[in-house]
């Protein structure tokens, strides 16, 4: 079974610019998280998706960042425009859903803005 | 708003000596706790759980943990370390119900030392 895929990998853009992130879940998975990961801190929530539904999106900075779940399958997380304060590693989980199931993470793209 | 509380941001230990990590999370009518390692440039990847049950959890590689609805912890060990458990370890708490996030503290780094 493939695991959660997130690409690109890495990602080095300038400030101002525009930069769009994609995470694939695990199939039938319904839960889909977003995290922000810094430099040897633990992972923050960003947003989690029930199927296609933002059910929690309050640590979500607005005023940059957007995300969607098309169909309640693949996700894109997106930051208009970059600042150098956005430098971290996002990374994506999935989760069958219900209240008690683990997540599953990707391997996260880190993002370096200059 | 729930909250995890990792009180050791470094544990540097030598091999073959045990070794425990320290997690205590808000308090909550019901909550399951993880344990996740993260090894340089990967994914977080689960160690083990709690969702309810015996108390003593044991996980993968060795590793098992205490869950003492008391004191609010959830302590991880390890009887004998090994070079390759060098890794960060993060803490995580979903509340029970189904608008629970999942939340994490904020690592706890294990050095083990030959």
């Known amino acids: 079974e493939a695991g959660v895929v997130q690409s690109p990998r890495y990602k080095i853009i300038e400030k101002k610019q525009p930069v769009a992130f994609w995470c694939n879940p695990i199939s039938g998975h319904n839960t889909l998280y977003w995290y922000l990961q810094n430099l040897g801190q633990g992972p923050e929530l960003l947003i989690r998706y029930e199927n296609e539904e933002a059910v929690d999106d309050s640590q979500l900075p607005k005023d940059r960042f957007s995300a969607e779940r098309l169909k309640g399958v693949d996700s894109t997380l997106k930051i208009q425009p970059a600042e150098l304060g956005d430098s971290a590693v996002y990374l994506c989980?999935?989760?069958?859903?219900?209240?008690?199931?683990?997540?599953?993470f990707g391997q996260g793209t880190r993002l370096t803005v200059v | 708003a729930q909250s995890v509380t990792q009180l050791d941001s470094q544990v540097p230990v030598f091999e073959e000596a045990p070794v425990e990590l320290r997690c205590n999370y808000s308090s909550s009518v019901s909550v399951y706790l993880f344990w996740y390692v993260q090894y340089p440039n990967q994914g977080l990847q689960l160690l083990l759980k709690y969702l309810s049950g015996s108390t003593l959890v044991k996980g993968i590689n060795g590793f098992e943990a205490e869950f003492n609805k008391s004191q609010t912890s959830f302590h991880l060990r390890k009887p004998s370390v090994h070079i390759s458990d060098t890794a960060e370890y993060f803490c995580?708490?979903?509340?029970?119900?189904?608008?629970?996030?999942?939340?994490f503290g904020k690592g706890t780094k294990l050095s083990v030392k030959p």
């Open positions: 995580a708490v979903k509340n029970g119900g189904s608008q629970g996030n999942l939340i």
């Open positions: 989980a999935s989760s069958p859903g219900g209240i008690n199931t683990e997540a599953f």
